[in-house]
């Protein structure tokens, strides 16, 4: 004899549920996943990545949760990020919008920059000329310099190499006072250095508090460049950047 089936429907919702609730535990506390929409990070992430933010990597604050509830203040198992790394945090002035950037400036650094040359603690960032640079995806189509920088080490933590991008050494963000960042705030800047608002707009984004970091970005698992809209299914593997797939942000 069979037995009667019940409570199907019941089944189904708490399977829902379920699913829902191990969801969001893992993007709180394991890995959330984020889009890039603007071009303030080319050449590092272009617009169209996909990619990991580990929210593991500085501990958990309440903007590590959906919506950001107002349940806790400061950092639990809280750790500073390294200088270099690039970070979600939510921007200080509404504590609610997403920017990514790289933490340039740790706190009690001073930060400068100089003729479009970065300066941490009074001492001249090294850069390299790599080479010439065309940016896509993220406005008029442009030629620029890429340089390789390398960023000190604090700590006793070895330097940090990384790509940035000039257009010019001579734009609103290429001659700045020197700031002094504040204890538990972090120095974000965009590596598309004349095209980011990043921590040097003091009125804008400024310092950032490290209660409002998110996450550090991991790896990117998935990109495309834009040239195939929704419903053109058949240019689809077209308009996906292969090699960017699981590639390490750096």
């Given at each position: 004899m069979l037995k009667k089936k019940t409570g199907g429907w019941l089944e189904s919702a708490k399977t829902i549920i379920y699913a829902g609730?191990?969801?969001?535990?893992?993007?709180?506390?394991?890995f959330e996943p984020f889009n890039i929409p603007s071009g303030s990070m080319i050449p590092t992430l272009l617009v169209g990545d996909y990619l990991f933010v580990s929210k593991f990597s500085y501990g958990y604050s309440r903007h590590s949760m959906p919506f950001s509830p107002n349940l806790f203040e400061g950092r639990i198992f809280g750790s500073l990020p390294r200088r270099g790394d690039v970070a979600v945090f939510k921007l200080p002035r509404d504590g609610a919008t997403?920017?990514?950037?790289?933490?340039?400036?740790?706190?009690?650094?001073?930060?400068q920059v100089r003729n479009g040359i970065l300066h941490i603690n009074g001492q001249a960032v090294q850069r390299e000329l790599l080479g010439p640079y065309t940016v896509e995806g993220d406005g008029p189509r442009i030629t620029v310099r890429r340089y390789l920088e390398t960023l000190p080490g604090a700590d006793g933590q070895p330097p940090v190499s990384h790509q940035i991008l000039e257009s010019t050494d001579d734009g609103p963000f290429d001659n700045t006072p020197e700031f002094r960042v504040p204890a538990g705030h972090v120095f974000a800047m965009g590596d598309n250095r004349d095209n980011s608002l990043d921590s040097r707009a003091m009125n804008a984004v400024g310092f950032v508090p490290i209660e409002n970091l998110v996450g550090r970005a991991e790896f990117i698992?998935?990109?495309?460049?834009?040239?195939?809209?929704?419903w053109e299914v058949?240019?689809?593997?077209?308009?996906?950047?292969?090699t960017r797939i699981f590639s390490a942000v750096r």
């Open positions: 609730l191990i969801a969001i535990g893992i993007r709180t506390v394991a997403d920017y990514i950037k790289r933490i340039i400036g740790l706190p009690g650094d001073r930060i698992f998935f990109s495309v460049d834009g040239s195939a809209s929704w058949w240019a689809w593997p077209f308009a996906v950047r292969w």
